[in-house]
C-alpha cells in the first residue's frame, strides 16, 4: 500500500470519527435542552417579590385574581429605609412607598413567591399611575427564620422619590395591613390583627434634597 493510500484512508478515519463526535454532541445537547423545557413545565421558576408597601396578601389575591393568596414569607431588607414620595392619583394624590439606600437600617415586609406570569401582572399595577411609574430591580434579602444566606428579591423601586404630598390615611392603613401580615407570619398567628387609625406603627419618612427626613 502505498503512502498516499494511507494517508487517504487516515484521512477518511479521522472525518468519520469527527462527525460521530459531532453527531453525539448534538445528541447530548438536544437531550439537555428537552430536559430543561421538561423540568422548567414541572417545576417552574420561583419569582421572590418583596413587598413593603401597599401589596399586602389580601391585595395581591385581588390582582391576581385568586382565592387563597400567594405563598409569602416574613422577610426584610438591609440598608434600606422605607420612604415616601411623589403622589398618587389611586391613594387620595398621597404619597406611596419605596425604598431607598440607608446605612444600618432595615425595611420588613413579606416576600411572595410567584410565577413569571403572575409577576408580570403585578408589573401592570405598579406602572398603572404613569406619573410616578416604578422599576423591577433585583435586590438582595433575607427570608426570616429560614435561611441565613442572602436571596435576591424582586423589588419595585420608585423611579423619582421626591417628596411632594405625605401619605394618605388609608395608604398607610394599606401599609399597616402588609406589617400585619409580617408579624403574623413571624408568629403563626392564624388571624388578622386588628387595624388601628391612630398611631401607627409606620415611621413617616421623606427624601428633600437627597437626605432622609422624618415627618
Known amino acids: 500500500m502505498s503512502i498516499y493510500m ?7 478515519i479521522f472525518c468519520l470519527i ?7 454532541a448534538n445528541v447530548y445537547l438536544a437531550n439537555v435542552y428537552l430536559a430543561n423545557v421538561y423540568l422548567s413545565n414541572i417545576y417552574p421558576k420561583k419569582y421572590y417579590l418583596f413587598s413593603y408597601g401597599s401589596n399586602s396578601a389580601e391585595q395581591m389575591k385581588q390582582r391576581l385574581g ?7 414569607y416574613p422577610a426584610f431588607i438591609n440598608n434600606y ?5 411623589g403622589k398618587n392619583k389611586f391613594w387620595q394624590n398621597g ?5 431607598y439606600p440607608e446605612k444600618n437600617s432595615k425595611v420588613k415586609g413579606i416576600v411572595f413567591e410567584l410565577s413569571k406570569q403572575q409577576i408580570e401582572k403585578i408589573d401592570y399595577y405598579e406602572n398603572k399611575d404613569l406619573t ?3 422599576n423591577r430591580k433585583i435586590i438582595k434579602g433575607y427570608i426570616v427564620n429560614k435561611s441565613n444566606k442572602a436571596i435576591p428579591f424582586n423589588v419595585y423601586i420608585m423611579n423619582n422619590p421626591k417628596f411632594i404630598n405625605l401619605p394618605s390615611k388609608e395608604y398607610l392603613l394599606a401599609v399597616n395591613k402588609l406589617l ?3 408579624e403574623n407570619k413571624l408568629n403563626n398567628n392564624f388571624f388578622i390583627l386588628p387595624l388601628i387609625k391612630s398611631n401607627l406603627p409606620i415611621k413617616v419618612k421623606v427624601l428633600i434634597n437627597g437626605k432622609i427626613k422624618k415627618l
Not at 494511507?6 to 477518511?12: A, E, H, K, L, T
Not at 469527527?18 to 453525539?24: C, D, G, M, N, R
Not at 385568586?66 to 409569602?72: E, M
Open 66 to 72: 385568586l382565592l387563597n393568596p400567594p405563598k409569602y
Open 180 to 182: 400585619n401580615n409580617y
Open 81 to 85: 429605609t422605607r420612604i415616601f414620595a
Open 95 to 99: 404619597a406611596t412607598a419605596t425604598i
Open 132 to 134: 410616578m411609574s416604578y
Open 6 to 12: 494511507i494517508v487517504q484512508r487516515d484521512y477518511i
Open 18 to 24: 469527527l462527525l460521530v463526535i459531532v453527531y453525539l
